[in-house]
């Protein structure tokens, strides 16, 4: 990996923070102001998969069954006609709902029919079906926002508590911001702010398995589970897995598989396994977000 030229094509760009760990040691620190070392960042989209880590946690812990558990086990009001949505489907954002926020993988439309509405989760919980679920995957912040209510549902704690007590007090995470709905949900899909080397040791933990210095933080399973393609998405960006997005040769034109969680401007955990590399990004590029990601593939090596 061309770490130095990756630096340097970042210098010409506006990323603040580049942080790269390999076999367990830091190769790469960089930062464009020194303040950006102890920078909250906004995280956006990466909210997501810190989300959907949490839900694994939930079922390691025994709050919930498995995936396929219908979502009426945890929202009694759904609608009849989508009783045949489980717990897989918002994982997968394959409900078949009514949600225009990808616009068909072309632009980033921000839900602000969704974040308008007086109850976030019984708007989504009401949208009209458009299709079978579990055919197609849709980009939804709704489904990420519902994964947070069940969670508030089910553990009689607030998702922010329940991650603090199960994951970033673990990870040595103790700075980090993250914004409620109306109803004191704490928002699934975007919204947390976040160190970049925070953002570095989630990346680590899913590299590691979901192993934390010799505890187990998330079962193996669910690390898997996650980082494999179950649905074709977007062309230019990959397949989805529960929440991380997910690149093999296979399919794309990449040097070597690997999975990111990603966020809106250029916010970036990539996970290189066949490297044993975790890479960490912050940016600030709105329009231009996937730039960072092209920079950073192109200077991989086989």
Partial sequence: MNVEEIVKQYTKKKVNAFLVVQDGKIIKEYYKKAEDAIQLHKINSITKSITAALIGIAIDKGYILNIETPLNHFFPTLPENKRSLTLYHLLTMTTGEKWEEFGNGSGVRFPSFFVKSKNWTQYVLKRP?????????????????????????????????????????????????????????YIGGFSMKMKTK?????????????????????????????????????????????????????????????????????????????????????????????????????????
């Fill in 129 to 185: 079906l458009l299709e079978c679920p579990g055919i197609k995957m849709n980009y939804n912040s709704g489904s990420s926002h519902l994964l947070s209510a069940l969670l508030q549902n089910i553990t009689g704690m607030s998702t922010r508590q329940f991650a603090q007590q199960s994951l970033f007090a673990p990870l040595g995470i103790t700075q980090y911001e993250w914004e409620q709905d109306p109803q004191g949900v």
């Fill in 198 to 302: 925070d953002m570095l040791k989630i990346g680590r933990l899913f590299l590691q398995n979901g192993n934390w210095e010799g505890r187990q933080i998330i079962s193996s399973d669910w690390i898997r589970q996650s980082t494999i393609p179950h649905f074709k998405t977007y062309e230019h960006i990959g397949s989805y897995g529960f929440h991380w997005w997910v690149l093999d040769r296979k399919k794309f034109d990449v040097p070597m598989d690997m999975y990111f969680a990603m966020g809106y401007g250029g916010q970036y955990i990539i996970v290189v396994p066949e490297l044993n590399l975790t890479a960490a990004i912050s940016s600030c590029m709105p329009r231009s977000g996937l730039i960072p990601l092209r920079i950073f593939i192109d200077n991989l090596k086989q």
